[in-house]
């Protein structure tokens, strides 16, 4: 995910074809380690391709994936498992929040892992 962070910011500022030296460049700037592999992989499948139309793509797929939200108490339908499924949907929820409240105080800083 960071080559393609480090991608996209280098178009948001104005360059409209980055290089591997650009990305290089954002990575040292943030003190990031280099992966020129993962640079290599990343340029040889977006070759020849317009950014914008690989977004809209990315949305298109992930539109098509189910969150589990609604869709979950919906499908259990009126009347029988529909308070079991509730009950459970409850649950996963108070662990989520559990979980986001023992943070470890990183932040943000995981995101260049």
């Avoid at 298109?60 to 939200?69: D, Q, R």
């Avoid at 869709?71 to 409850?90: C, D, F, K, Q």
Wanted: aromatic content about 6%; overall charge negative; cysteine-free.
């Amino acid at each position: 995910m960071k080559v393609v962070a480090a991608f996209l910011l280098a178009k948001l500022g104005g360059n409209e074809n980055p290089t591997k030296d650009d990305l290089k460049n954002i990575f040292e700037s943030v003190g990031a380690e280099f992966e020129e592999t993962k640079i290599d992989l990343f340029f040889s499948l977006v070759k020849d391709h317009d950014v914008t139309e690989l977004i809209a793509a990315g949305r298109g797929k992930m539109a098509a994936l189910s969150s589990g939200g609604a869709a979950v108490a919906m499908v259990a339908g009126p009347g029988g498992n529909a308070p079991s499924t509730a009950e459970s949907v409850a649950e996963s929820k108070k662990v989520e929040e559990e979980k986001e409240e023992s943070d470890d105080g990183e932040g943000m800083m995981s995101l260049f892992d």
